[in-house]
């Protein structure tokens, strides 16, 4: 079956730092990759897309990697801020090209 | 900026009880879906429907759920007989044909008693 697999504990950086959070996926084959932050009670919000002859792509402090052959998605957040906390999730269409799915994100916690 | 919007923002109800929740995709975009996210889990693929019909839809997506655009402008999802299990926050989600983001709403939280 299709799998999203991202780091289920939290993760505690200090402000300034870059955090690192991964994405694995399994029986997907995907043209495209996208990650998305999500605060406490509200939608998901659009970061960034990488397609899969990208190997990376960035947007001001944060940075996306995107490896088919390991079937992993890096993504970094660097001199990050407490602002930056929050829930990040990887998604992926399905073969079918019209679902989205999700992985179960990962929080991250910046501390002053 | 546009935005999708969604009503109500909370709705309780009974169990065994309708429930249709409500949303403005933006005006321009060609591509409808509808999640939900239990408290505390991950947000869950419902359906998605374009050219006003189903594209695509998951296995949670039962004979209890239907989803309409009624009009050029809203899409609704229908809870035919709400259960328990069903209490979770539903967002609606839309994008354009050009690119592969997703724009979702606030979210619609269902409380069934």
């Known amino acids: 079956s299709q799998k999203i697999e991202q780091n289920s504990e939290a993760l505690n950086i200090q402000e300034g730092k870059t955090a690192t959070l991964t994405c694995n996926y399994t029986?997907?084959?995907?043209?495209?990759l996208q990650w998305y932050r999500q605060d406490p009670g509200r939608g998901p919000v659009f970061l960034l897309l990488?397609?899969?002859?990208?190997k990376e792509k960035r947007k001001e402090r944060l940075k996306v990697t995107f490896d088919t052959t390991l079937k992993q998605s890096l993504f970094h957040i660097t001199a990050s801020q407490p602002a930056d906390s929050a829930t990040y999730l990887c998604?992926?269409?399905?073969?079918?090209?019209?679902?989205?799915?999700f992985g179960k994100g990962t929080s991250l916690l910046v501390t002053p | 900026e546009p935005e999708v919007t969604q009503t109500p923002s909370h709705q309780v109800t009974q169990m065994g009880q309708e429930v249709i929740l409500r949303c403005v995709p933006i005006?321009?975009?060609?591509?409808f879906y509808w999640y939900r996210q239990i408290l505390g889990q991950k947000v869950e693929f419902l359906v998605s429907?374009?050219?006003?019909?189903?594209?695509?839809k998951s296995e949670i997506f039962d004979d209890q759920f239907s989803v309409e655009r009624p009009d050029g402008s809203n899409f609704t999802l229908k809870i035919r007989s709400t259960k328990l299990e069903d209490s979770a926050m539903y967002f609606c989600?839309?994008?354009?044909?050009?690119?592969?983001?997703?724009?979702f709403g606030e979210g619609s939280r269902l409380t069934v008693l």
């Open positions: 029986n997907y084959s995907p043209a495209y």
């Open positions: 998604a992926l269409n399905s073969n079918s090209g019209y679902a989205l799915n």
């Open positions: 989600a839309s994008r354009s044909g050009s690119t592969g983001e997703l724009f």
């Open positions: 990488i397609r899969e002859n990208e």
């Open positions: 005006s321009n975009h060609l591509y």
């Open positions: 429907f374009y050219n006003n019909e189903i594209s695509e």
